[in-house]
Each structure stands twice: as structure tokens, then as C-alpha cells.
């Protein structure tokens, strides 16, 4: 353990009183959206929600393009996202000239990887998802991204992520831990997906983690591991590359877990260099300028400069002067374990195509 981090772990643990009073702010909100004193709103139309009870990567995005991917040959779908740092406010649709800073990073990748999707953003979802039926009549599903712990929204089917790494039973509230709602909360999902375990989980970590959970009798956890695709250029998706361990590679990464990639690229890459940034960062003519100088420091034959799928969304910007560059995305998607993915599958095209309106949820 570094000086930074046990800097970092030290002073969190001195902000433990404010953590206390969060939480106790966080369990009354709860207990009075339990008793329908804050009222909640739910709709005649399937909406699912994905989202955490932690801050940080839980993979929530690709876990959206996983419900994308499976969902959307079938049925007419939309996303619904707040739009994190988007230069915009309010009710906005995704359309063929819209950019990042109109409806953030991850709305744009959605909208990017999935044209036939209708994507929008709304910091207020309960009055955005109108808007979003009126423009589309025809809609059939609507996903909710990062909405767990905004309950002003009740959704049919809501899906909770929660890293094999640090489990929400074992982390405390913010600032001292990184829960942004308490463990109870758990209870309103009705699928517990266990991200970033290790390919090779055994049965009995297996066990060890439900164990830990608790999960309902009628709740349902997955077990889901990273699995990277094939780079392709920032500028275009028909340019794959296979990384060998003959590249050197610059890392441009501003999201917030980047530890697997990085492990990724320790094991295929003969070196990697990292330039990281802020979650969700808004990259700079500066930065670019940065990011190529520090490119060129690299003096091996095989070098390329490496970046996420949401980090690229806000750097094609400069498209113009990163055609010339061997400037690479790296995608990444959820594979189910234990061979349980038909089994989420059909939960969740069933409940679109068997949904029943319960106001009284």
C-alpha cells in the first residue's frame, strides 16, 4: 500500500461522522418513500432500471449495451440516462449530429453502437419519460441507466450492480466508504449481478459471495466477468487491431475503475504507460497536445495509444487530427457465468413481453 492510498484511506476514516449523518439522512429518505410519504411514480409500459448503490465503475454502461444487444432485434427500445456533465439541462433526444457535451459520454456510445435505439437524457426522469413516449409512440422498453437510488421513478424490473471487489455489504456510506444508499436498499432489485469477478470463479467463491449477499428468496445473482473485445480506431470501427505482446501502449483513460484494464494490459502488452484523468473528464485541445508529446516519448517500434469506448466519445471531437494516429478503442462487454446468461435473458424478455401494471409496486 502506497503513501497516497493510506493518505486517502486515513482521511476518510476522520470523516466518519459526516458518513454517519449521511446515512441516517439516506435511511429516512428510504423509509419515506416506503410509506408513500414522497410520492413515486410508476408507469403502464416496462421500464428497466439499471443502476448501484456505490459510486464508482459497477459497469453499468456495458451492462446497459448488454440489455441493448439483447433486447433491441426484438423490440422497439429507448435508454434513458441523467447525462452526466453534459453542457445541456433538461429533456434531450439524440439525433445524427448530436455530440457528447449535448447528452454525455455514455448516452453517446449508446447512441453510437446502437442507431436503431432511441437514446435520450433528463436529470428528471420522471418528466422526461413522457417526453420520450410522445417522440416515440411506438416504444415498447425503456432503460433506466444509473437510476437505482432515484426512486421517484419505480421501475417493473430493476437490475442492481454491485462489484466482486468491493460488495456494497462491505462498504459503508460516503465519504468514509463509497455508498451513496444503505445495504437494505438491495431489496427493491430483483436481480443482484455480482460484476468483475474473475473468469475462472470458483463454485464455492460462488457460494461464498451469496452467502455474504442474502439475496430474497425471489431475488435472483448473476456473476459476471469482463471480457475485452478487439480495438478498433477512434475514427473508425472497420480498423481493428490485435494487441500482442510486442505493443507498447499509452493508456488515455478518464473513468472511474480503470484497475481492470489496466491488469488487462499488464498481461497482453510487452509495457503500457498511463495518462488518466478525472471520471467522465471533457478532454481539452491542451490535453491533446499532452497526450501526443507523451506518445511520443515512446520509442518502440510497435506503440499505439489506447482508450475506453466512453473516453473516446469525448475525444473524436478532434477527429481530424487523430485520423493519422494509431489512436485505439478498446471495447469491453459482460459475459454471464456458470452458464446462467439464457437463464437472465429470458427474465428479461419475458417481463417485456408478459408485462402487467401493478400500481400498488
Given at each position: 500500500m502506497n503513501f497516497n492510498t493510506i493518505f486517502l484511506t486515513s482521511f476518510r476514516v476522520l470523516l466518519l461522522p459526516i458518513a454517519v449523518v449521511y446515512g441516517l439522512i439516506i435511511m429516512i429518505r428510504n423509509r419515506l418513500f416506503d410509506k408513500k410519504i414522497i410520492a413515486s411514480a410508476a408507469f403502464n409500459f416496462p421500464v428497466i432500471c439499471v443502476g448501484n448503490i456505490a459510486v464508482g465503475g459497477t459497469g453499468k454502461s456495458p451492462m446497459?449495451?448488454?440489455?441493448?444487444?439483447?433486447?433491441?432485434?426484438?423490440?422497439?427500445?429507448?435508454?434513458?440516462?441523467?447525462?452526466?456533465?453534459r453542457k445541456t439541462k433538461g429533456y434531450a433526444l439524440a439525433n445524427s449530429t448530436t455530440t457528447a457535451l449535448e447528452i454525455g459520454d455514455e448516452p453517446m456510445q449508446f447512441a453510437t453502437k446502437f442507431p436503431q435505439v432511441a437514446v435520450a437524457v433528463g436529470e428528471d426522469r420522471i418528466v422526461a419519460i413522457p417526453y420520450l413516449l410522445q417522440d416515440h409512440p411506438a416504444l415498447e422498453a425503456i432503460i433506466l441507466d444509473d437510476a437505482f437510488q432515484h426512486r421517484t421513478v419505480r421501475a417493473g424490473f430493476n437490475i442492481l450492480l454491485t462489484d466482486y471487489n468491493n460488495l456494497y455489504t462491505k462498504d459503508f456510506f460516503l465519504p468514509t466508504g463509497d455508498l451513496r444508499d444503505e445495504w437494505a436498499a438491495a431489496k427493491r432489485a430483483e436481480v443482484i449481478i455480482v460484476t468483475k469477478c474473475p473468469p475462472q470463479l470458483s463454485t464455492t467463491e460462488k457460494a461464498t459471495v451469496l452467502r455474504e449477499l442474502k439475496p430474497l428468496p425471489l431475488q435472483r445473482v448473476f456473476f459476471s466477468t469482463i471480457e475485452y473485445g478487439i480495438p478498433y480506431h477512434i475514427c473508425n470501427r472497420e480498423l481493428p487491431l490485435n494487441i500482442t505482446t510486442k505493443y507498447e501502449v499509452l493508456l488515455v483513460c478518464g473513468i472511474a475503475n480503470p484497475k481492470p484494464l489496466k491488469e488487462f494490459l499488464l498481461h497482453h502488452t510487452h509495457a503500457y504507460y498511463q495518462q488518466d484523468y478525472a471520471d467522465h473528464h471533457i478532454f481539452s485541445v491542451d490535453d491533446l497536445v499532452e497526450i501526443k508529446e507523451k506518445f511520443s516519448q515512446i520509442t518502440a517500434d510497435k506503440k499505439l495509444i489506447l482508450t475506453t469506448e466512453k473516453d473516446a466519445m469525448r475525444l473524436?471531437?478532434?477527429?481530424?487530427?487523430?485520423?493519422?494516429?494509431?489512436f485505439y478503442v478498446m471495447p469491453i462487454k459482460h459475459t454471464i457465468l456458470f452458464n446462467e446468461g439464457a437463464q437472465l435473458d429470458e427474465m428479461l424478455v419475458q417481463f417485456i413481453r408478459n408485462f402487467t401494471f401493478n400500481p400498488s409496486l
Amino acid at each position: 500500500m502506497n503513501f497516497n492510498t493510506i493518505f486517502l484511506t486515513s482521511f476518510r476514516v476522520l470523516l466518519l461522522p459526516i458518513a454517519v449523518v449521511y446515512g441516517l439522512i439516506i435511511m429516512i429518505r428510504n423509509r419515506l418513500f416506503d410509506k408513500k410519504i414522497i410520492a413515486s411514480a410508476a408507469f403502464n409500459f416496462p421500464v428497466i432500471c439499471v443502476g448501484n448503490i456505490a459510486v464508482g465503475g459497477t459497469g453499468k454502461s456495458p451492462m446497459v449495451e448488454y440489455l441493448l444487444e439483447l433486447l433491441s432485434p426484438h423490440f422497439k427500445m429507448a435508454t434513458l440516462s441523467r447525462g452526466y456533465k453534459r453542457k445541456t439541462k433538461g429533456y434531450a433526444l439524440a439525433n445524427s449530429t448530436t455530440t457528447a457535451l449535448e447528452i454525455g459520454d455514455e448516452p453517446m456510445q449508446f447512441a453510437t453502437k446502437f442507431p436503431q435505439v432511441a437514446v435520450a437524457v433528463g436529470e428528471d426522469r420522471i418528466v422526461a419519460i413522457p417526453y420520450l413516449l410522445q417522440d416515440h409512440p411506438a416504444l415498447e422498453a425503456i432503460i433506466l441507466d444509473d437510476a437505482f437510488q432515484h426512486r421517484t421513478v419505480r421501475a417493473g424490473f430493476n437490475i442492481l450492480l454491485t462489484d466482486y471487489n468491493n460488495l456494497y455489504t462491505k462498504d459503508f456510506f460516503l465519504p468514509t466508504g463509497d455508498l451513496r444508499d444503505e445495504w437494505a436498499a438491495a431489496k427493491r432489485a430483483e436481480v443482484i449481478i455480482v460484476t468483475k469477478c474473475p473468469p475462472q470463479l470458483s463454485t464455492t467463491e460462488k457460494a461464498t459471495v451469496l452467502r455474504e449477499l442474502k439475496p430474497l428468496p425471489l431475488q435472483r445473482v448473476f456473476f459476471s466477468t469482463i471480457e475485452y473485445g478487439i480495438p478498433y480506431h477512434i475514427c473508425n470501427r472497420e480498423l481493428p487491431l490485435n494487441i500482442t505482446t510486442k505493443y507498447e501502449v499509452l493508456l488515455v483513460c478518464g473513468i472511474a475503475n480503470p484497475k481492470p484494464l489496466k491488469e488487462f494490459l499488464l498481461h497482453h502488452t510487452h509495457a503500457y504507460y498511463q495518462q488518466d484523468y478525472a471520471d467522465h473528464h471533457i478532454f481539452s485541445v491542451d490535453d491533446l497536445v499532452e497526450i501526443k508529446e507523451k506518445f511520443s516519448q515512446i520509442t518502440a517500434d510497435k506503440k499505439l495509444i489506447l482508450t475506453t469506448e466512453k473516453d473516446a466519445m469525448r475525444l473524436i471531437k478532434y477527429r481530424d487530427e487523430l485520423l493519422n494516429i494509431p489512436f485505439y478503442v478498446m471495447p469491453i462487454k459482460h459475459t454471464i457465468l456458470f452458464n446462467e446468461g439464457a437463464q437472465l435473458d429470458e427474465m428479461l424478455v419475458q417481463f417485456i413481453r408478459n408485462f402487467t401494471f401493478n400500481p400498488s409496486l
